[in-house]
């Protein structure tokens, strides 16, 4: 069964091909990928009508790089797979009108997919793939959370953000130091540089005694020292960024730690942009060493948005009998989905 996925939620266009046989572990054949980060940058931001338009231009192009990288044909394709939510409505409608006339054109079924299952499955795209069952820590753009996966389409949510996601609160704080967008990754780079201990920032919910999340009130404090440093914020900007960073991860550390503990489970995935970080990374491993517990992560180029991760949730969907791909092509999406809504077929 070879699964053609397609990805376009936000400002991220994937295409990827992935080859499932019998019960075993898909394999991923090819990928690409194009990054709208440079696009966005003059705006702060992601303009989702220029995410869609992009996503438009790009999306045929990457699928015939796929299939010359993996030396196979669109004929070859058994099923379609495309990203139906959530995220962005426009950017997600341009994937699933691609997918669904290529599905058309071909006489193949299509299959639409939950992005957060992609992202929650994407270790098994590793050369280290996990073993169900698992905890895993889902850190990805606006969504935080803590889940107890027993198999494909079995999930429970153990914790979850209230209001703002780690994400959310590694790229607002770096846009009030004034770093570039996106700030995740600048922050994350900038605190190399810095004291972790400079600046005493809050740890929230950290001792709620629960495994839900809040980063809100943690972006506040970041604003609020900014200001008290006016001029010398300049001077002191990676202390601050390396405090910011450290909040988060020991928030993240101590909450995977206790999930872990509290289902008893020796095996933890961690999925989502932010999993590619890597004082998060240092943490969580030696944190888990100790405590015998394998801890298995995306490839860091499958960390962020990407079709590969789209095309793995279909094929193992479709072989745990979790989904069934379709004829029809007529199509909707969704750009709010609950993950833990998703129903088997």
Known sequence: MLVLGIESSCDETGVALVEAQGSATPLLRAHALHSQIAMH????GVVPELASRDHIRRVLPLAQTVFLEAGRELADV????????????????VGAGVACALGAALGKPVLGVHHLEGHLLSPFLSADPPEFPFVALLVSGGHTQLMRVDGVGHYEILGETIDDAAGEAFDKSAKLMGLPYPGGPWLAKLAEQGDATAFKLPRP????GDLDFSFAGLKTAV???????GDDL?????DLA???QAAIVEVLLKKSLAALESTGMKRLVVAGGVGANQDLRRQLDAACARRGVRVHYPELQ???????MIAMAAAMRLQAGMAEASPRYAFDVKPRWPLDSLQAA
């Open 41 to 44: 940058q003059a705006y702060g």
């Open 78 to 93: 058994d099923v379609v797979a495309y990203t139906r939510g959530p995220g962005l409505a426009g950017a997600l409608l």
């Open 205 to 208: 919910l950290l001792h709620s």
């Open 223 to 229: 604003m609020t020292q900014a200001k008290k440093l």
């Open 234 to 238: 300049e001077t002191r900007k990676a």
């Open 242 to 244: 390396a405090s910011t």
């Open 302 to 308: 499958l960390c962020t948005d990407n079709g590969a």
